[in-house]
């Protein structure tokens, strides 16, 4: 009887409601398998592989997490950590090979002065497997630009965006006093540390029975990955750096670049986790920068004079921006004509704090790189104060 009085009661107890996450541990293997058969490359160099392969006997692959020119990100157990791992898998190429062995001693960089808050991924290991450089790293949540298409893009609350935006001048901060420039910040490479979220009533409804959820996350803990692009200050010889949608007018003109190419690339950042929209969304120079004359004002007379020649057709009776003449299309000019003043964006998606954090990305997104603010400058600005 007393038996039958213990399952009784354990069948009343209320069942834990499943933790709601973007990926669930694996079960843990018991023994190591080998390494699979000897594969060749795809066309372009990738590293093929099936699910369930390991990448030498300690590794054990279980998805893929991502691909980009690089190679290519795979999720893996790690047989002897018994931990999950991100290890990204270089295209057997020698430019790549090269610029991933440039890449991990950057990591190693960052690492070795890192005193616990850099807010940068940490390197765990690397090996060269079947000529293909792998980088393992700590396991994080899915990137920020994943967040918003999950949410579909609608955007942050302003609180999370302050957060998110702190630690992400910390870790620039940080990198900028080692003399590095990442050159290649978007929102794809800041991940959340945790996959972990709530999913929350909105207050939008699709129709009258339907509700709109969104997704938070439990934890607004950042990293900053893909230290592929990076560069030592003396070593910026690239003269196009950044991903389109975040990249300095000091780069489309020619004029040369350092530090403040990566605060202006911030400043497109917290617009867009505040709009849920990329506030530059073009494919080409003079778009882009009839875009920023809309959202920001003219550009400065000095800048346009000190132009490269490739960049002087964007300008005709010498300061003035060939648009919208220039044009490549209708649909171009209906583009930039339908943005609005900086002021005007942030304010329709943000009522508390609207005021400093328009002042914050004024100062971010200066068109002149000697007069934006720095990342320590910009970490004591009145919006972090609270």
């Not at 499943?18 to 490359?41: C, K, M, N």
């Not at 999950?84 to 295209?91: D, G, N």
């Not at 390197?123 to 000529?131: A, E, G, M, P, V």
């Not at 490739?310 to 005709?316: I, L, P, S, T």
């Amino acid at each position: 009887m007393a038996t039958v009085a213990i399952v009784a009661e354990v069948q009343k107890r209320p069942r834990k409601r499943p933790r709601l996450a973007w990926d669930v541990a694996p079960i843990e293997p018991e023994a190591r398998p080998p390494s699979p058969p000897w594969r060749g490359d795809d066309k372009d160099g990738h590293y093929l592989f099936d699910i369930g392969d390991n990448l030498t006997p300690r590794y054990k692959i279980l998805s893929k997490m991502g691909e980009g020119t690089f190679g290519r990100v795979l999720e893996c157990y790690d047989l002897e950590t018994r931990a999950l791992v991100a290890i990204k898998v270089i295209r057997s190429t020698k430019k790549y090979r090269e610029a991933a062995l440039i890449e991990i001693d950057i990591l190693h960089h960052l690492a070795r002065n890192d005193a616990g808050g850099s807010h940068c991924v940490q390197i765990q290991n690397w090996f060269d497997y079947r000529n293909h450089i792998c980088i393992v790293c700590e396991r994080l949540g899915p990137s920020l630009f994943d967040f918003l298409k999950r949410n579909k893009y609608r955007p942050f609350p302003v609180d999370l965006v302050r957060e998110f935006g702190r630690q992400l001048l910390e870790s620039v901060a940080y990198m900028h006093d080692l003399r590095l420039i990442h050159t290649d910040l978007k929102p794809e490479n800041i991940l959340l540390v945790s996959s972990e979220y709530v999913k929350l009533p909105d207050h939008r409804r699709s129709s009258q029975d339907e509700m709109y959820f969104r997704c938070l996350p439990k934890s607004s803990s950042i990293k900053l990955i893909d230290f592929g692009s990076t560069v030592f200050e003396s070593l910026n010889n690239s003269s196009v750096v950044s991903t389109r949608h975040y990249r300095a007018p000091e780069v489309i003109l020619g004029l040369g670049w350092t530090f403040p190419c990566d605060i202006w690339s911030i400043g497109c950042i917290l617009t867009e986790l505040c709009s849920g929209e990329a506030l530059f969304q073009t494919h080409e120079n003079l778009e882009h920068l009839a875009m920023m004359e809309r959202v920001l004002g003219p550009l400065p007379e000095h800048m346009i004079r000190k132009a490269d020649r490739c960049a002087e057709k964007y300008f005709r009776r010498g300061t003035h921006l060939n648009w919208p003449e220039g044009a490549g299309s209708r649909e171009s000019i209906r583009a930039v004509r339908k943005l609005d003043r900086l002021k005007s964006i942030i304010s329709s998606h943000v009522h508390s704090s609207s005021a400093t954090l328009v002042d914050l990305l004024y100062g971010l997104l200066k068109f002149d790189p000697t007069q934006r603010l720095t990342a320590r400058e910009a970490l004591n600005h009145p919006f972090f104060s609270r």
